[in-house]
């Protein structure tokens, strides 16, 4: 256990836990939107910066969701710097998706109301990586990825179209923190919009009760995994009870 102050509260914590998760902890608001309990940090939105001190004096700011407590580390969350720092970020992202009613609540947190740059549109997508890390790590698919370079840098699956790794579960939906990529069942047919494609996959049917419960591809997914026949898991759930 180490000893650390955040916003001077002086607080313990295990050794290797990450700034942003003891904040969390203490309810300790910082702002984020690439970081979530079920992957590995990232780092990649930097709104969850903060001030640190160590115990030898040394000051600078650093992504929290990155950054492992240590004795006698003192953490300011909200300084001046670091509010015009978010500030600066906010106006940013605002630009880049204008239609994200999220960035656009997060922003009035922050104080910002408008962004002086130039408004684009990249269908809410703020490259936080997060469909594309749990799609790797507890997926285990990898079949988004982020591709190109700078400003041409978006999320993609294979050339655009190749869908033939994605078995359709719909975590990527679940972990957007921007609404960029939505899913919708209907009949018998689960639709994935993604900001640069569209992927539809037939639904199975229950035998019992005639219910559409999940993709085919998933199905076939967890069979394989789990070493199950596949017919164990043609039956929907309560059914199979």
């Known amino acids: 256990m180490v000893n650390l102050t955040i916003d001077g509260k002086k607080l313990t914590a295990v050794e290797g836990q990450m700034v942003l998760d003891v904040a969390k902890a203490h309810f300790i608001y910082i702002p984020t939107l690439c970081a979530h309990e079920s992957v590995a940090p990232y780092g990649a939105c930097r709104l969850c910066m903060v001030e640190i001190t160590n115990k030898a004096g040394r000051s600078r ?8 407590v240590e004795e ?18 906010i106006k940013l992202l605002m630009a880049r998706v204008p239609d994200s009613d999220v ?24 490259l936080c990586a997060l469909c594309t890390r749990v799609c790797a790590e507890v997926v285990g698919q990898s079949a988004i990825s982020l591709v190109n370079r700078g ?17 359709a579960c719909g975590s990527c939906s679940y972990i957007c923190p921007t609404g960029a990529i939505t899913l919708e ?3 018998d047919t689960r639709t ?39 017919s ?10």
Not at 61 to 68: D, I
Not at 202 to 224: D, L, N, S, T
Request: glycine share 6%; net charge positive.
């Open 192 to 230: 994935i919009n993604m900001p640069n494609n569209k992927m539809t996959f037939k639904m199975q049917k229950c035998p019992v009760c005639g219910k559409f419960y999940a993709p085919k591809k998933q199905i076939e997914f967890m069979a394989q995994k789990s070493g199950r026949p596949l």
């Open 72 to 89: 006698g580390l003192v953490v300011k969350t909200n300084s001046e710097k670091l509010t015009k720092h978010r500030q600066m970020l």
């Open 185 to 187: 069942d209907k009949g």
């Open 61 to 68: 700011m650093v992504t929290s969701c990155l950054y492992p």
């Open 151 to 167: 400003s041409e840098r978006e999320m993609a699956i294979p050339f655009f179209e190749n869908n033939d790794a994605c078995i």
């Open 103 to 126: 960035i656009k609540e997060m922003a009035g947190k922050l104080g910002v109301t408008s962004t002086p740059f130039p408004l684009e549109d990249h269908h809410k997508c703020i």
């Open 232 to 241: 164990f898991f043609e039956t929907c759930p309560e059914c199979r009870k």
